[in-house]
């Protein structure tokens, strides 16, 4: 008689109090299933990193000496469902109990738990023990409140956990947020650290994906495969991050360059939605980092932020708003995404060069997500819900609690301003301030309308015009209303025209 425990592919903590002890009768269960890599198209290096990460996982736990039942993608046995897979096992172990961690995804949450409710056997789902907080607790923070603020959120969790506070409820250095000072161009200097991750060869697992049929896209090569597969090489990028650097992170969070592909990012997501690492190990380097006097209050609060603030925040949103959360459109956008979202090939050089390098590492940083490619689908009025598909599907570390409020809300504003209280757009104007990709494109940065014109200038007042009903009233906007009822009616027809040929044309931009 045997405990049959499901591992999923993003729950890979080896610190897991399941495994702080041997237990003979606890088979850990592992597969690969079509179930996971159809309910969307996803990037080649992100089917690649999750099959083997979870190998590695399997191989670990067998060392230790746990039982571990393992179900390769191209595994005769396998019939590439959670459950009817589960079904076999439970009989082949004569398992008198089914136990699984809570799954972070609203779908399997719901498959699990209907799975486990059905079975004559107990079953039951134990805390992944993973986050700070839990998933009902900014609602229960924000209670009927009709606006959300991840600000608010983020002092609580400050306080609450004790994190850079000074200790009479005070923050460290008399400032929660030192955001304004995270906003810096980046000049080229210091220079961008050299890749700190090691290479790993994966054509053999690639070439088994490939053979069992699963369709993908994306760079797969060895040359740029560089994630960490268990938490001893996570561990170590987090401490060549903390090293090389967080010390330049909060200077150039937000900047923008087609000179480099990382900038000063920790490239730690991965790591920490996978499990690999606790988000309290993460906070608590970048603590220590500061407090030795090896980096600034600012950078270290910026990292801290994002993981301790905006990262629990999302995953509160997700759970607030599911199952419906996917399907809002508040703008009712459905234009379907370009080609080029596929190939990276525009004459828009910072799209290109987002676009690029999201198809080539299945990473892009937090602005070029944001304030450039999800800056342009919202302009250009693309599909919220095809976006959030490219979106879920092309990034290394996108699993839906995280993937979908960043997307759905933060980027698109498709739920009316749940999550962001204004939308986060901006003309040429924001993306040349941040950056070097104007200089040298094809359009020009300056201009509203003409052939040349930078489409992201008409779509930009296209957008505000054609969308006052919904938020002229919102306080965040005024000065932009205020400039645009300073337009000439003119000027304001032509901008609208230049909108409408680059909507009807978008696939030559
Ligand atoms: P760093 O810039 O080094 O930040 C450190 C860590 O903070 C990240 O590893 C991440 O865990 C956390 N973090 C930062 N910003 C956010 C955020 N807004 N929400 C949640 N966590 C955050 N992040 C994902 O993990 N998965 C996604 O699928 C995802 N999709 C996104 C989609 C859009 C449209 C946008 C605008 C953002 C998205 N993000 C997502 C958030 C953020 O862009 C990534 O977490 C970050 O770029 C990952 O790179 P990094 O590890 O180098 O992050
Ligand atoms: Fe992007 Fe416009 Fe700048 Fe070109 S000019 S890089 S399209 S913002």
Redo the contacts with the bound molecule.
Sequence with gaps: MTTLRLILGDQLNPEHSWFSAHDDNAVYVLMEVRQETDYVRHHAQKIIAIFAAMRDFARQLRLSGHRVHYLGIDDPANRQSLTANLDVLLVQYSSCAFEYQAPDEWRLDQQLAEYASQLAIPGRMVDSEHFYSRRDEAAELFGERKQWLMEHFYRQMRMRHGVLMAGNGKPLGGQWNFDHENRKPWPGLPREPADWRSEHDHSALWENIRQSGVSSFGEPSAACFRWPLNRAEALQQLDD?IAE?LPS?GDF?DALTYRAW?L??????????TKMLN?RE?VGRAVDAHAAGHVPLAAAEG?IR??LG??????GVYWANMPGYPAQNFFAHLRPLPSWFWTGETKMRCLAHALGQSLEHA?????????V??NFALLAGLNPVE?HGW??GV?I????W??????VG???FADGGKLATKP?VSSAAYIDRMGDYCKGCDYDKKARVGSLACPFNALYWDFFARNSQRLATNPRLAMVYRQLARMSPGDLQAVQARADQIGRSIEPL
């Design positions: 991050f650097a992170f969070q990382r000063f990012h920790s490239l730690l997501s991965f790591a920490l939605n988000p993460v990292f994002q993981i905006w990262r629990e925040y999302v995953r990473y892009a940083h937090h602005i070029q997500r944001l304030m490619i999800g976006v979106y879920l990034y570390d996108a699993f839906e995280v993937e979908l409020p960043n997307t933060m980027s698109q986060y």
